[in-house]
Structure formats: structure tokens, C-alpha cells
């Protein structure tokens, strides 16, 4: 025997030791930092995050909030925007102020119904959130459009006859040049 590989005559006679009392289980692995300092800080923007944002990081639960105008990037008409980092059991609500507070210039730049329709293309969830939430960051609801006084009033273009401005078309339905 001079192989030097382990003597299977000695090996076969080693008897396992059974513990009934003990069961191993896995430690648990140390939550990443972003995950900690969300739940310690609620939604803050991406660049608060302590780390990089890796796979592990979505698969506990970490998701951004942010508009975009189009297809690709998240440049807006009011700028750059700031993405919220956030976790799935963060309450909405609180994302969405987060959001609205850190991009200022997007409230200023957009009317507030084409801030709901924005943010409603994330989900019906969050535009139903954002017909709540954007009435403390608008003063009113401008459904006639921007700078249009009570009384202004436009000519119409078939007869001549002054109509309240946004009156133009239930007027053509009646005008008798038309």
C-alpha cells in the first residue's frame, strides 16, 4: 500500500455522529446597504443611495420612480429628473410627494393635468394617486388653458361672429356659414 490515497478499509469503519438536537441552518446574509438606508430613510433620490445598485438590491424589493417624455432617457420640458429610489412597501403616496418636492421645475413647466396624464402612464394605480396628490402642488385645475381671461372672446372664422374663446366649436355646430 503505498499509493498514499486515503486506506478504504479505515474510511468504511468511521461511523457519522448523529446530532438529534442540532439543525444547521444558513446564516442570514448581511441586507444590502440601500435596502437599510430606505428603511430608514423612506423614498429619497437615487443619488442618496449609499451604494451602486446591483440585481440584488431589485430582488429585495428596491424600485425607482421617475417621468419620462417619450421613448428613453428622463429628460422632461422642466429639465433633468430626479429618480426616487424606493421599496415595494413604501406607500405610494409618500413616493409620489417625494418626487413632485425634488423636481420642482417639472411642476412648474407642466399644467396639472398633463402632470396627471404623465404619471398616470406608470400604472392606474399611480394616476389615481396623482389626481389626489397634485391638487396641494397646483393652485387650480386649468381646464381652459394657460393665460385665457373669463371674457376673451375670437372671431369665427365662417362668419365673423365674436364667440367666447373655447366656444368655437359648439358654436360651428350652429353657425350658418357652415
Known amino acids: 500500500m ?3 490515497g486515503p486506506n478504504i478499509a479505515i474510511l468504511s469503519k468511521i461511523t457519522p455522529i448523529k446530532y438529534d438536537e442540532f439543525t444547521a441552518t444558513a446564516m442570514p446574509l448581511e441586507q444590502p446597504r440601500n435596502i437599510t438606508h430606505l428603511q430608514e430613510h423612506g423614498p429619497v433620490p437615487d443619488d442618496e443611495l449609499p451604494t451602486e445598485v446591483t440585481p440584488l438590491h431589485r430582488e429585495a424589493g428596491l424600485r425607482f420612480f421617475a417621468v419620462r417624455r417619450g421613448r428613453g432617457g428622463v429628460t422632461s420640458i422642466g429639465g433633468e429628473v430626479t429618480r426616487i429610489a424606493y421599496l415595494e412597501d413604501h406607500d405610494r403616496e409618500d413616493v409620489l410627494r417625494t418626487f413632485l418636492d425634488e423636481n420642482p421645475s417639472l411642476v412648474e413647466a407642466k399644467q396639472r393635468r398633463a402632470m396627471t396624464q404623465t404619471i398616470g402612464q406608470q ?4 394616476s389615481k394617486l396623482a389626481s ?9 385645475v386649468e381646464s381652459r388653458g394657460p393665460n385665457w381671461e373669463e371674457e376673451e372672446t375670437q372671431e369665427c372664422p365662417l362668419c365673423g361672429e365674436e364667440v367666447n374663446r373655447g366656444g368655437l366649436p359648439a358654436h360651428l355646430v ?4 357652415a
Request: proline share 5%; net charge negative.
Open 2 to 4: 503505498g499509493g498514499g
Open 174 to 177: 350652429e353657425c350658418p356659414e
Open 132 to 140: 389626489e396628490v397634485l391638487g396641494d402642488y397646483y393652485d387650480s
Open 123 to 126: 400604472g392606474r394605480s399611480w
